[in-house]
């Protein structure tokens, strides 16, 4: 997974093209931190379909209220940069997998 | 032949963990299934100060990595499992989860917890993830410098918010009650009391929360006047209590009107075999050291059950000679009588039939199994199958006949 901040965000997300995955967590937060074997195991699995992407939202604040993340753990789904599926506070990684499962198929 | 454990626990918070800890170290196989990282809700609570042994400055995930190091230290396995369906009735018990795996148990213990109830005001549910919130500990970090509103006033409310003032500029606290009046222990009331960045706003409700995309107003209604007035916010952090996580036993297991898991002092519930512990269990108290305890009183009545279980097969299903299973209780006066005269006439018998006492005022289980009802009551054994069913006082002459007729069938 591509570790993405405020520098960064615009270039591999933003401009990039087909899927990326973004993963806002922070460290604090403990649910993120549960769910973030997950992710990483989703990465492999889709690898060249989706990019996956995570974002420490606690240090990238103003970006991730500008992205409208104002909670965590919040998964986001970008098709060319835009949002094609969110996900926040009470989801499954198995949610996840079945909406990836269905834009990328 | 796929592997049974004695002990398959159901969740992985304080309650679970404990029984892990107590059912491992009796040497009982034992398994955790939990659904994300163990530590239930006590992991997203930051400041936790009343457990015993661990005064100021414990923090909730540091004390819940501890207990999962001391479970797994005597063996206890905890594996990243949501259990999705249960089938409790049978002596092995069968555990489905949801990426399709299945687990079997001689007994399980539930530690399904708790969830923060959600009040469904309007807005409640789209702006989740969008500023409204039920975990401090996730989110604090976004209203840095910001306004946030607290909904509820019991300890969990009064605590959390006094961790927001460590981010937010304000933090406002909405109370149902008449000023001054709040549900939380008197320690923490006085130090938000005495936090400048707390604002109170008194006997009044959250009505709704508004925005665009994020988090932006909310309408906050006085419940003594009716009226009804918009605030700035940038946040709703909600500690309205909680809703036990039992849909999935519905029907299966005696649940209250609340959906709280019925059990009695040893944590039985009313399927035999079957322990519930921790906040999803109907109870005066939940917090961390009464999950805790729980999780102890639960291993330790599943290992008593395991062993009467265990020494009932041996003694009674798997013998070879026939069994006279006798029910009595040490409060009944004939059904003592009846013991010493079944005691002598087996003996008579020299070994050709066994005697198997079973006190009914410390183990109702295989009674109640069996559907005896009455004391004393003679149930006839033989290859693991019930041959006859007595009850009542019997004379010698009729015991006799009864073993005749057995011995002479085999």
Redesign the interface.
């Known amino acids: 997974m591509t570790e993405v901040d405020k520098i960064t965000f615009e270039e591999e997300v933003l401009k990039a093209k087909g899927f990326v995955l973004v993963d806002f967590w922070s460290p604090k937060c403990e649910p993120c931190k549960e769910l973030m074997p997950g992710v990483a195991a989703l990465a492999e699995k889709y690898q060249g379909k989706a990019k996956f992407c995570k974002l420490d939202a606690a240090a990238n604040k103003r970006l991730s209220i500008s992205q409208k993340v104002l909670g965590l753990p919040t998964i986001v789904i970008y098709k060319d940069g835009e949002k094609a599926a969110e996900f926040s506070k009470d989801f499954a990684i198995e949610d996840v997998e079945a909406k990836l499962k269905e834009l990328t198929s | 032949m796929p592997e049974i454990f004695d002990i398959v626990i159901v969740g992985g918070g304080p309650g679970g963990l404990a029984a892990g800890i107590y059912g491992s170290r009796s040497r009982l196989k034992t398994i955790i299934l939990t659904?994300?990282?163990p530590?239930g809700q006590a992991?997203?609570t930051?400041e936790l100060e009343n457990y015993p042994g661990f005064s100021r400055g414990t923090t909730g995930?540091a004390l819940m990595e501890a207990m999962v190091d001391h479970a797994k230290s005597f063996g206890t396995e905890i594996v990243?499992e949501?259990v999705v369906d249960l089938e409790v009735e049978g002596e092995t018990k069968l555990i489905k989860t949801?990426s399709g795996n299945e687990y079997l148990a001689k007994t399980v213990v539930l530690a399904p917890g708790a969830e923060p109830r959600s009040l469904n005001i309007k807005g409640e549910h789209g702006f989740?993830?969008?500023?409204?919130?039920?975990?401090a500990?996730?989110?604090?970090?976004?209203f840095?410098d910001l306004d946030v509103v607290v909904v509820g006033n019991g300890d969990a409310a009064v605590e959390e918010a006094m961790y927001l003032t460590k981010f937010a500029e304000t933090v406002t606290i909405i109370v149902i009650h008449d000023e001054g009046i709040l549900d939380c222990n008197k320690a923490s009331a006085e130090r938000a009391f005495a936090n400048p960045k707390i604002k109170w706003i008194w006997n009044s409700v959250l009505e709704e929360i508004k925005g665009d995309?994020?988090?932006e107003r909310v309408v906050v209604k006085n419940i003594k006047s009716g009226e009804l007035f918009e605030m700035e916010t940038?946040?709703v952090f909600f500690f309205v209590g909680t809703v036990p996580k039992t849909e999935m036993l519905k029907g299966k297991i005696d649940l209250n009107d609340q959906g709280y898991i019925i059990t009695n002092e040893e944590m039985e519930t009313s399927v035999p075999g079957v322990y519930a512990v921790g906040d999803a269990r109907v109870k005066y108290l939940r917090q961390v050291v009464t999950a805790a305890a729980d999780g102890a009183v639960a291993a330790v009545a599943a290992e008593k059950y395991l062993a009467e279980e265990e020494g009932f097969k041996e003694r009674v299903l798997n013998a070879k000679e026939p069994v006279m299973v006798t029910f009595w209780s040490p409060q009944n006066e004939s059904s003592i009588l009846a013991i010493s005269q079944l005691e002598q006439v087996v003996d008579e018998y020299g070994g050709a039939v066994k005697l198997v006492k079973i006190d009914t005022y410390r183990n109702q289980r295989v009674a109640k199994r069996y559907g005896v009802k009455t004391i004393p009551s003679v149930m006839f054994f033989h290859g693991g199958e019930i041959l006859d069913l007595v009850t009542g006082n019997l004379t010698e002459e009729e015991i006799k006949t009864k073993i005749a007729s057995i011995l002479k069938i085999n």
Request: overall charge positive.
């Open positions: 659904k994300g990282k530590g992991s997203t930051q995930p990243r949501e949801k989740r993830g969008k500023g409204v919130s039920y975990c500990t996730c989110d604090a970090d976004f840095e995309g994020l988090v940038n946040g």
